[in-house]
């Protein structure tokens, strides 16, 4: 029996979940602690004063890009987080900035308040699930990367990932938006 595409896409997501896990729990606190912690001067050049620059708060093993966001406000950059209200809603990117409050979304995340600024990020730190090398990211499966990246036009999109989240190739689905550019904490990967 061949599987369909949603379905190996399902299967290929609990794969580089756990393949991420088993190396979050291989590093050491120092490797961890130094991951993601200063901007590449790539990612540094796009973060110019007045630029406003999208993350989101990891959960679990995400690769973490807060230091990331951080180091974007020394530059002079504003920062927005993403707001989803459902599966089938389209996600805005609101204005953030560390110490506003935020409230629990659906499927896990946390996200500024309804009624925060909506805006429109220079530059989308990404989570990925997996990504491979023609820069196709594996998200969490309801596409709302996807939908958002495909409106934004001059945003620069760029995937924040574990190196041990690399596939050799990934299956696409027409709607899939690539990345501009994929950091791990080894290296940074662009076209």
Known sequence: MQLQQSDVKSELRREFRARRDSFIASLNRGEAEIAFSCLPSPLAQLCKPGKVVAGYIAIGSEADPSKLLAAAVERGCALALP?????????????????????????????????????????????????????????????????????????????????????????????????????????????
């Open 83 to 191: 707001h989803v209200t459902s599966k089938l809603s389209p996600m805005r990117f609101l204005q953030w900035q560390a110490g506003d409050p935020l409230e629990s979304g659906p499927f896990g995340l946390s996200q500024p308040t309804a009624d925060a600024p909506q805006v429109t990020p220079d530059v989308v730190l990404v989570p990925v699930v997996a990504f491979d090398a023609n820069l196709m990211r594996l998200g969490q499966g309801a596409g709302h990367y996807d939908r958002a990246l495909s409106v934004l036009g001059n945003s620069i999109a760029v995937g924040i990932a574990w190196s041990a989240q690399q596939a050799d190739s990934l299956p696409l689905d027409p709607w899939d938006m690539p990345l501009d550019a994929v950091l791990t904490e080894r290296s940074w990967i662009s076209r």
